[in-house]
T-cell receptor, first 113, second 113 residues
Framework: LAKTTQPISMDSYEGQEVNITCSHN???????ITWYQQFPSQGPRFIIQGYKTKVKNEVASLFIPADRKSSTLSLPRVSLSDTAVYYC??????????????WGAGTKLIIKP | DGGITQSPKYLFRKEGQNVTLSCEQN?????MYWYRQDPGQGLRLIYY???????QKGDIAEGYSVSREKKESFPLTVTSAQKNPTAFYLC????????????FGPGTRLTVL
């Protein structure tokens, strides 16, 4: 059963680049890594997904090393509105076609002016 | 306008009563999920369903029940056997059942008095 580990909280300032790392040992060969953002009293929202190396979209980048045992979400030039909890999610198949989805505990990111 | 709807947004019940939370999606997704979130905590999987008329227990299924009679609907019943039901409940759906991108509803906050 894979487990994920994230920092509990991080602080940064407006305009800075923020990197949040998630450790996921025993990630399966076919699993993807997905990051979500959650604001208080709302459902999580998809940010980015990757399998290996680097993925980039209009809001973030995702770096995954060759061994895939960790991933780093990079948020460029953050603003106050990026204050939220960020989760990483990996799929963890446990035989057959049934999967266990292992969510990280989340990283509370606070952006200061 | 596609998406996931959950109703109601706030729900109050007396201790010992069963209560059913609604989740509907019009995204034509095969998989649906129910999560529980306690204050300051991450998401914990209650049940998930990969296909109509089939569902699997997640990490904390005790005291909960689900049904998947239609592709679009995945209601969750919180029974009186759930010892601490007060929480924020989130429903999600995805195309497939692995770490595919999940789309979340707005959540239902259940308070048991």
């Amino acid at each position: 059963l894979a487990k994920t580990t994230q920092p509990i909280s991080m602080d940064s300032y407006e305009g800075q680049e923020v990197n949040i790392t998630c450790s996921h040992n025993n990630i399966a060969t076919n699993d993807y890594i997905t990051w979500y953002q959650q604001f208080p009293s709302q459902g999580p929202r998809f940010i980015i997904q990757g399998y290996k190396t680097k993925v980039k979209n209009e809001v973030a980048s995702l770096f995954i090393p060759a061994d895939r045992k960790s991933s780093t979400l990079s948020l460029p030039r953050v603003s106050l509105s990026d204050t939220a909890v960020y989760y990483c999610l990996v799929g963890d198949p446990q035989g057959g076609s049934n999967y266990q989805l292992i969510w990280g505990a989340g990283t509370k990111l606070i952006i200061k002016p | 306008d596609g998406g996931i709807t959950q109703s109601p947004k706030y729900l109050f019940r007396k201790e010992g009563q069963n209560v059913t939370l609604s989740c509907e999606q019009n995204l034509n997704h095969d998989a649906m999920y129910w999560y529980r979130q306690d204050p300051g905590q991450g998401l914990r999987l209650i049940y998930y369903s990969q296909i109509v008329n089939d569902f699997q227990k997640g990490d904390i299924a005790e005291g909960y029940s689900v049904s998947r009679e239609k592709k679009e609907s995945f209601p969750l019943t919180v029974t009186s056997a759930q010892k601490n039901p007060t929480a924020f409940y989130l429903c999600a759906s995805s195309m497939g059942a692995d770490a595919d991108t999940q789309y979340f509803g707005p959540g239902t906050r259940l308070t048991v008095l």
